[in-house]
C-alpha cells in the first residue's frame, strides 16, 4: 500500500480552512458536503503531516492555535493559487468547466435564477451547478471563504480587495399598504418592519433616522410573504422594495403599492466575482442578468406601475 504519512493534501488543507471559518466540524462537513468523520480525519492526517497542532478542540467554537492562525494564511494562498490554476485551465476551454458556485439573493428565486441556470446549463454541457440562496451578508461571507465564486446580492457599501464588481439593478424602496387605504396608512396605521437583523432592515432603519422619521412598530418579520399577509389583512404598511413584491404576488390585489411618503431611498444589485479567476465569465453572467432582469422584474413592474420608470431601472 502507497504511503500517505507526512504527505499534505489539496483536499486536507481545504477542510482544514472550512473548520476554521465554520468553527465547528460538523458545520465544515455540511459546507464541503462530506462526513464528519471524513472531516475529522483529514484535519488528524494534516495535523500529523505538519507535525503541530492547528486546532483547538477544546474551544466552543473550535478555535485556532497560535501556529494554526499562521498555516491558515498560507492554506488559503495555497488554495487561491489552486483555483486560479484551475480557472486558467477551465478559461481554455469554458465548455469544460466542471464546477461553478453561485450564490443568489432569494429575491430571484421564482424567476431570474431557475431562468439563468438553465440558460448557462445549456452553454456549460460539462458543469456542475451549486446553487446557494439566502441573505446579502452570508453569501459575501461565503465568497470571502471561497465557498462560492460568484454572488448575485445587494450593494452593501464595502466591496473586499480583489473582488470584481458588477452593478445589475437599481430598485427604489416602496411603501405596501392595505388596498383601499392609499395614503391615509401612513398616518393611521403602524408600520410592519422588515428584520435589522438582514442589511436590507437596517439600511431602512438608518434612512427613516436620516430623514428624523419615526415611526411606531409592533412587529419585526424576516418573511417578505409574512409581512406582505399582514398588509394585505389590513393589520398595517411597509417599506420593501418591488423584488420583495415580485415575490408574495398572491398577495398583489389586496396590496397597493405606492411612493414613500418622505425622501427616496434605492439599493443596487451586483454581481460580484474573485477578480481574475474566472475570466470574462463573470461579465458574461452579469450579461445575461441584466436581460432577465429587464424582461422578467423590470418591464413588468413598470408596466404595472408606471411612477417607477427611471427609478427601477437595469444597470
Known amino acids: 500500500m502507497a504511503r500517505t504519512e507526512g504527505r499534505i493534501t489539496l483536499w486536507g488543507i481545504e477542510v482544514f480552512v472550512a473548520t476554521a471559518a465554520e468553527g465547528s466540524i460538523s458545520a465544515a462537513a455540511r ?32 478555535g485556532l492555535t497560535p501556529k494554526g492562525e499562521i498555516f491558515l494564511r498560507r492554506a488559503n494562498a495555497i488554495l487561491n493559487e489552486a483555483e486560479q490554476a484551475r480557472a486558467e485551465l477551465a478559461l481554455s476551454d469554458m465548455s469544460r468547466l466542471t464546477r461553478f458556485r453561485l450564490g443568489m439573493i432569494e429575491d430571484f428565486d421564482a424567476d431570474v435564477t431557475p431562468a439563468l441556470l438553465s440558460r448557462m446549463g445549456e452553454e456549460l454541457k460539462q458543469c456542475q ?43 427604489p424602496f416602496v411603501a405596501a399598504v392595505p388596498k383601499g387605504q392609499g395614503a391615509a396608512a ?31 412598530y409592533r412587529f419585526e418579520l424576516d418573511s417578505y410573504h409574512a409581512i406582505l399577509a399582514m398588509v394585505a389583512g389590513g393589520t398595517g404598511w411597509t417599506i420593501l422594495t418591488p423584488l420583495a413584491l415580485s415575490r408574495a404576488q398572491r398577495f398583489n390585489r389586496d396590496v397597493e403599492i405606492l411612493p414613500l411618503p418622505f425622501a427616496p431611498m434605492a439599493r443596487v444589485i451586483q454581481l460580484t466575482a474573485r477578480q481574475g479567476v474566472l475570466g470574462a465569465m463573470p461579465a458574461t453572467v452579469a450579461e445575461h442578468l441584466r436581460g432577465l432582469l429587464q424582461d422578467q422584474i423590470v418591464g413588468p413592474e413598470i408596466a404595472a406601475r408606471p411612477w417607477l420608470d427611471g427609478r427601477l431601472r437595469v444597470l
Open 31 to 62: 459546507r464541503l458536503d462530506t462526513s464528519v468523520a471524513t472531516v475529522s480525519q483529514q484535519l488528524t492526517n494534516l495535523e500529523a503531516a505538519i507535525g503541530v497542532d492547528l486546532l483547538d478542540r477544546g474551544q466552543r467554537p473550535i
Open 129 to 171: 451547478f451549486l446553487l446557494e440562496t439566502g441573505a446579502s451578508h452570508r453569501l459575501y461571507d461565503l465568497l470571502d471563504e471561497r465557498a462560492l465564486d460568484v454572488v448575485v446580492a445587494a450593494d452593501m457599501g464595502a466591496t473586499g480587495a480583489g473582488m470584481e464588481v458588477h452593478r445589475l439593478l437599481e430598485e
Open 186 to 216: 401612513f398616518d393611521d396605521m403602524p408600520l410592519i418592519q422588515y428584520t435589522t437583523r438582514h442589511h436590507m432592515g437596517r439600511t431602512i432603519a438608518a434612512h427613516l433616522a436620516r430623514e428624523h422619521v419615526t415611526l411606531g
